[in-house]
């Protein structure tokens, strides 16, 4: 689970890893003080595991997490190699989402690569370098399957068609991942490892005590509101500077500062983490007990027999059944003991979809 944070020199995106990894990196204001890509693991944020472990006296409790990776800035041209694009395009095509930093803040002491405010602009930059390095990606495969379709092969057909799609789709500055394909036709696009089918979360910085376009009720800010609506975009809103200083601070002592400094409706590093672990589709399920309370990740529509086999294949292999409860349901109960007696364990069989937030004792 690879999250890239990507974006233009200078909007942050350093500062951001800072925040949500604990670890010091090198932050200059100045282009490409990224080159090669800072790797840090993040826990996922769960306030159920807390609750499940007191209830069940567990000694350790292990939360799912997330692998960020912050990537240098990419400039226009980056897939023609310019501002070394390629060898950046190439660490995005290693993550499974992309985190795209973006700028919504004024200050003539941090220099813009463009001389200029304009996060719409900043936005469509970057994208563009990623559907410009997927059409040639697109067009190489083209060229070769092609071939094999006009001999009439059915699978080079199908391919064909995938590709061309894509291509028209990407032409018309569509993003790849917007796009609504079948599960045969997706394992087919994996193979191509696309830039613009991994999800994006837009993440929109903002500084302390400067001009930030969304308090101003500034045009450029709308315009890119309305762009996220339209295209159905995730993002969140933060400011990454001042999240790397309440890094230090405990969790309590973080909220009390927001509180005080009326941050309250201001997203935090908690957030952007939790939209992460969504946007690649994952949902949760926890096993309890007193050796440990223990958050587990699956994919989104996972069946049990699935979901046993994050914890081992065995689990799989050899699934009998699963005794299942909501976590709520759980702790409202006191103890697993209670919450059988009152009939709120489930016995679920092979083709039953785990849901967030369930816990589970597999049986096999």
């Known amino acids: 689970m690879k999250?890239?944070?990507?974006?233009?020199?200078?909007?942050?995106?350093?500062?951001?890893f800072k925040a949500l990894?604990?670890?010091?990196?090198?932050?200059?204001?100045?282009?490409?003080?990224?080159?090669?890509?800072?790797?840090?693991?993040?826990?996922?944020p769960d306030?159920?595991?807390?609750?499940?472990?007191?209830?069940?006296?567990?000694?350790?409790?292990?939360?799912?997490?997330?692998?960020?990776?912050?990537?240098?800035?990419?400039?226009?041209?980056?897939?023609?190699?310019?501002?070394?694009?390629?060898?950046?395009?190439?660490?995005?095509r290693e993550v499974d989402a992309i985190a795209e930093v973006?700028?919504?803040?004024?200050?003539?002491?941090?220099?813009?690569?463009?001389?200029?405010?304009n996060p719409l602009s900043d936005v469509e930059t970057v994208n563009l370098e990623?559907?410009?390095?997927?059409?040639?990606?697109?067009?190489?495969?083209?060229?070769?399957?092609?071939?094999?379709?006009?001999?009439?092969?059915?699978?080079?057909?199908?391919?064909?068609?995938?590709?061309?799609?894509?291509?028209?789709?990407?032409?018309n500055n569509q993003l790849g991942h917007t796009l609504t394909f079948t599960p045969e036709e997706m394992i087919f696009i994996k193979t191509l490892n696309l830039l613009t089918t991994k999800p994006i979360i837009y993440i929109l910085n903002k500084a302390s005590d400067k001009k930030n376009l969304d308090q101003e009720?500034?045009?450029?800010?709308?315009?890119?509101?309305?762009?996220?609506?339209?295209?159905?975009s995730r993002f969140v809103i933060l400011n990454a500077d001042l999240e790397s200083e309440l890094g230090s601070l405990t969790n309590e002592e973080k909220n009390q500062?927001?509180?005080?400094?009326?941050?309250?409706?201001?997203?935090?590093?908690?957030?952007?983490?939790?939209?992460?672990?969504?946007?690649?589709?994952?949902?949760?399920?926890?096993?309890?007990?007193?050796?440990?309370?223990?958050?587990?990740?699956?994919?989104?529509?996972?069946?049990?027999p699935q979901a046993g086999a994050a914890i081992h294949s065995d689990f799989e292999e050899k699934f009998i059944k699963a005794d299942v409860i909501n976590w709520q349901d759980l702790i409202n109960s006191g103890s697993t003991k209670s919450a059988r007696l009152a009939g709120l364990i489930r016995t679920e069989g092979k083709k039953y979809i785990v849901q967030d937030g369930d816990v589970i004792e597999f049986k096999i």
């Open 3 to 16: 999250i890239g944070i990507v974006g233009l020199p200078n909007v942050g995106k350093s500062t951001l």
């Open 130 to 171: 990623l559907i410009f390095a997927d059409l040639e990606t697109i067009n190489k495969r083209l060229e070769k399957t092609s071939k094999d379709s006009k001999r009439g092969d059915k699978q080079a057909v199908l391919e064909e068609k995938i590709l061309n799609d894509l291509k028209q789709a990407l032409e």
């Open 47 to 92: 306030e159920r595991l807390e609750l499940l472990a007191k209830m069940a006296s567990s000694k350790k409790i292990i939360p799912t997490i997330i692998e960020f990776v912050d990537i240098a800035g990419i400039i226009k041209g980056a897939h023609e190699g310019q501002g070394l694009g390629n060898k950046f395009l190439s660490h995005i």
């Open 257 to 304: 500062f927001r509180v005080m400094a009326d941050l309250k409706s201001q997203e935090n590093t908690d957030e952007l983490i939790k939209a992460s672990y969504q946007a690649l589709g994952l949902i949760t399920f926890i096993t309890t007990g007193e050796d440990e309370t223990r958050a587990w990740t699956i994919l989104v529509g996972s069946t049990a």
């Open 102 to 117: 973006v700028r919504i803040f004024e200050d003539e002491n941090i220099i813009h690569v463009d001389k200029e405010i």
């Open 21 to 44: 990894t604990k670890k010091q990196v090198d932050i200059q204001n100045y282009p490409f003080c990224t080159i090669d890509p800072n790797i840090g693991i993040v826990t996922v």
């Open 217 to 232: 009720n500034d045009g450029r800010f709308q315009k890119l509101m309305e762009f996220f609506k339209t295209s159905n």
